[in-house]
């Protein structure tokens, strides 16, 4: 098992039910993922054969409620995206896109059949989802998306591309958004349907581990029961991704802590000038500042992680968590492989591998940018950016 710091009893500040599901996860991580997550990276491998070993483990849309989920706590949720990520970003993506992204869109804003359709098989893994709002020229301000879906008698036609989806090759349905007569609506595409090919993208240089994929839609038909009805605007799709940010905000921690307990435990044993490197100034003011900053880390998703489960967590709150977190994991994943020296280069230790994945963390779900805007307007009251980008980012 990792070295975990907790200078402040964090512990003391769980609840044994909490802190039961975050050891059980991070066994499965420990006896699963870190014996093979070097090669995956290396060679660009998802591993799709944990897909049914993650929904028994019960972690697959498992802070929904009803319909085969597994109704867990906000702060459960949070502490399972930190173990999972102290595995891999790829990993923690994959239950986040699927529970957070998919199936939160058909649980917030489908109706009762869409949800009794979909929803059980997806907990099980026996259905993979996909969430298309980015496009290739629309990332960060998605309400000036291109793909459109007209009507077509009782049905609709869409048309358009998608860009950076993750799971699209592999997932049976694709959770469509696209401009309307009526403005952007949502939309079930299954992936087989004639008109939509999934690509993904290669060669990468983060999160290797992972699938991100081009989607093209060419007059793609569907029922009207495809679309999602409760699904109306850009607020649509951002309540989801606040589910994503949300996780994200706790998943970079397991990143940040694996490359501390991985610098920790080599400084531990390599031995330069006849001593450790452990026991050097400068090496343990490194270590120090790693410590120091999960702590206020962890401090701060527990704190939205209680106001998640009290129902009264903003959105502008999220945006503090995923900020300053993502920043903060992306610089310990540096410095921890300041440690390692050359060796800390080599696919046998994590914080580079974390660094890389970071890199993508921090530019989805909202770049630091953005979320440097939403902060800003929301301490001044003055939008930066666009009025109807700003609403559905917050």
Not at 12 to 38: C, G, K, N, Q, Y
Not at 90 to 110: E, N, P
Not at 213 to 229: G, H, K, N
Request: a negative charge; charged letters at 20%.
């Amino acid at each position: 098992m990792t070295t975990v710091p907790d200078l402040l009893d964090f512990d003391e500040m769980l609840s044994a039910e909490e802190r039961a599901t975050r050891d059980r996860v991070r066994a499965f991580v420990e006896a699963r993922v870190r014996p093979h997550i070097a090669g995956w990276y290396d060679e660009a491998i998802f591993p799709t054969e944990l897909v049914p070993e993650l929904a028994e483990l019960g972690v697959l849309g498992m802070h929904l409620s009803g319909y085969g989920c597994a109704g867990r706590s906000a702060v459960e949720y949070g502490l399972a995206a930190m173990e999972l990520e102290a595995g891999d970003s790829g990993l923690r993506t994959f239950v986040s896109v699927q529970g957070s992204l998919a199936m939160s869109a058909i649980h917030k804003h489908g109706s009762e059949e869409q949800k009794q359709e979909w929803l059980p098989r997806m907990a099980r893994g026996e259905v993979i989802g996909c969430f298309g709002l980015t496009e290739p020229n629309s990332g960060s301000d998605p309400s000036s998306m291109t793909t459109f879906a007209r009507r077509d008698g009782d049905g609709w036609v869409i048309n358009g591309a998608k860009r950076w989806i993750g799971l699209a090759s592999i997932a049976q349905i694709a959770i469509i958004w696209a401009q309307t007569d009526d403005g952007i609506r949502g939309f079930i595409v299954p992936t087989d349907s004639e008109g939509f090919v999934a690509r993904p993208i290669a060669p990468k240089l983060s999160m290797r581990a992972s699938i991100q994929c081009d989607i093209t839609l060419t007059d793609v038909r569907l029922p009207a029961e495809a679309q999602l009805p409760e699904a109306r605007g850009l607020r649509a799709p951002f309540s989801c991704l606040n589910e994503a940010r949300y996780g994200i905000g706790w998943g970079v921690i397991g990143a940040a802590r694996d490359s501390y307990a991985t610098a920790l435990s080599y400084s531990l044993t390599r031995m330069q000038f006849n001593q450790p490197i452990a026991s050097f100034q400068l090496t343990q003011q490194k270590l120090v500042d790693m410590a120091v900053e999960i702590e206020k880390a962890q401090l701060l998703a527990l704190r939205l992680g209680r106001l998640k489960d009290a129902g009264s967590l903003a959105p502008h709150q999220i945006s503090v968590a995923k900020l300053s977190n993502t920043r903060a994991a992306i610089a310990i994943a540096r410095e921890a492989r300041t440690i390692l020296g050359g060796n800390g280069v080599s696919g046998e230790y994590s914080p580079l591998r974390h660094a890389a994945n970071l890199e993508s963390v921090r530019t989805y779900e909202g770049t630091d940018e953005i979320h440097t805007l939403v902060l800003g307007a929301h301490i001044t009251g003055i939008p930066a950016f666009r009025t109807t980008t700003n609403e559905g980012a917050s």
